[in-house]
C-alpha cells in the first residue's frame, strides 16, 4: 500500500492518463476477442459437448469452471455478460446500462455469444445466483480497481468510510444482481424462472428450454451439496467444490471491511436489496429474513 501523499499522486496521473488507457485498450482488446475466438473453434473442433458457466461477475462461478475443466469432458467456456448493451467500452465510458445493469468487458462475451448461444448447438449451462448485498459489495471492491474506484483507488484505504459508502451508493447499480437474470439470463437461454418454480429449500434446480439445459445454484449452499448437484445434473461423479478467486486476495482489506461495515449502518439499504424481484424466486421468506439478519450484524 503506498503512503497516503503517493497514493493520492498516483490516482491524480491515473486520471491524467484516461485518454492513453482507453486508446491502448482500444488497440489490444480486438486482439484478445481473436485469441479466445480461436481457442473456442479448436474445442468445439475437438466434438466434447459444451458445458458452458454463464454467471454474473462474482457469483462463485470460478469454483465451479474448475470442476467442470477438471472432468476433461466438455468444452468448459465461462462468460459473464453476453448482451452488447452490456460490453463496457472502455475507461470514460458509463459502467451502467440502461436497464441497470452493470457492464463489463472481457474477451469472450462477443464470441460466446455469436459461437454458441445464437447457433443451434446443444449446451449445458451453469449460472450461479448470489444474494444482492453481497454480490454488489464483491463486484464494487473486487473490480474497484479496473472500474469503480478507478480514479481513487490507491487512495481508498485512507478513505473515511462514510466517502466510501457515498461513491458506492453513488456509482453502483444495486439492482444489477436480480437484472441480470431477465436480461442476460433469460434473454439468451430462453429460460424464465418464476417464483415457485425454484426449489429454494434445496437451493438448486434444472431448467430446460429447447437445445439448452441449464442448472441454477445458489452460492450459499454448500460445497458438497453444489457438487451433488452438478453430479445429478451431468450423470456422473465430479471432484470437490472448493472456493476460489476470493475477494481478500485482490483487495485491501480495509477497503472491503468498511465497506461492509457501512452496510450494517444502513439496514435500509439491506432492506431495498431484499425487495429485488428474484429474491422471491430464489429464497424462501425464511431464507431472506436469515440474509437480512445477517448483513444487518444483529
Avoid at 492518463?17 to 473456442?40: C, G, H, M, V
Avoid at 464483491?138 to 481508498?156: E, I, L, P
Wanted: aromatic share 12%; glycine share 6%.
Amino acid at each position: 500500500m503506498l503512503p497516503k501523499p503517493l497514493a493520492h499522486i498516483r490516482d491524480i496521473l491515473e486520471v491524467l492518463n484516461t485518454p492513453i488507457r482507453f486508446t491502448q485498450d482500444a488497440i489490444r482488446f480486438p486482439f484478445s476477442e481473436n485469441r479466445y475466438r480461436k481457442w473456442l473453434q479448436a474445442e468445439l473442433l475437438s466434438g466434447r459437448p459444451v458445458c458452458a458457466v454463464y454467471s454474473a461477475p462474482k457469483t462463485a462461478s470460478s469454483a465451479v469452471l474448475k470442476v467442470l475443466e477438471a472432468t476433461k469432458r466438455y468444452v468448459v467456456p465461462r462468460v459473464h455478460i453476453m448482451g452488447s448493451e452490456h460490453l463496457f467500452p472502455g475507461v470514460g465510458h458509463s459502467m451502467v446500462g440502461r436497464d441497470g445493469l452493470l457492464k463489463h468487458k472481457a474477451a469472450e462475451q462477443r464470441a460466446c455469444r455469436s459461437m454458441l448461444f445464437e447457433t443451434d448447438l446443444p449446451i449445458r449451462v451453469v449460472s450461479m445466483v448470489r444474494e444482492p448485498v453481497g454480490f454488489n459489495v464483491s463486484n464494487f471492491t473486487y473490480f474497484g480497481r479496473a472500474y469503480w474506484m478507478r480514479t481513487c483507488w490507491r487512495a481508498a484505504p485512507y478513505a473515511r468510510p462514510e466517502e466510501l459508502w457515498s461513491r458506492f451508493q453513488r456509482v453502483f447499480p444495486h439492482s444489477s444482481a436480480s437484472v441480470w437474470w431477465e436480461k442476460e439470463h433469460s434473454a439468451f437461454t430462453g429460460i424464465v424462472i418464476r417464483p415457485g418454480e425454484f426449489d429454494a429449500d434445496r437451493g438448486w434446480g434444472r431448467f430446460q428450454s429447447g437445445r439448452v439445459d441449464a442448472l441454477v445454484l445458489r452460492c450459499d449452499i454448500p460445497d458438497d451439496q453444489k457438487r451433488t448437484a452438478i453430479e445429478e445434473w451431468l450423470g456422473h461423479p465430479v471432484p470437490p467444490v472448493e472456493r476460489e478467486n476470493q475477494n481478500d486476495v485482490y483487495v485491501p482489506p480495509i477497503v472491503l471491511d468498511r465497506v461492509r461495515d457501512q452496510v450494517r449502518q444502513h439496514p435500509e439499504y439491506v432492506d431495498r436489496c431484499l425487495s429485488l424481484p428474484y429474491m422471491n424466486i430464489f429464497w424462501t421468506k425464511a431464507q431472506q429474513d436469515a440474509i437480512a439478519l445477517r448483513w444487518r450484524g444483529n
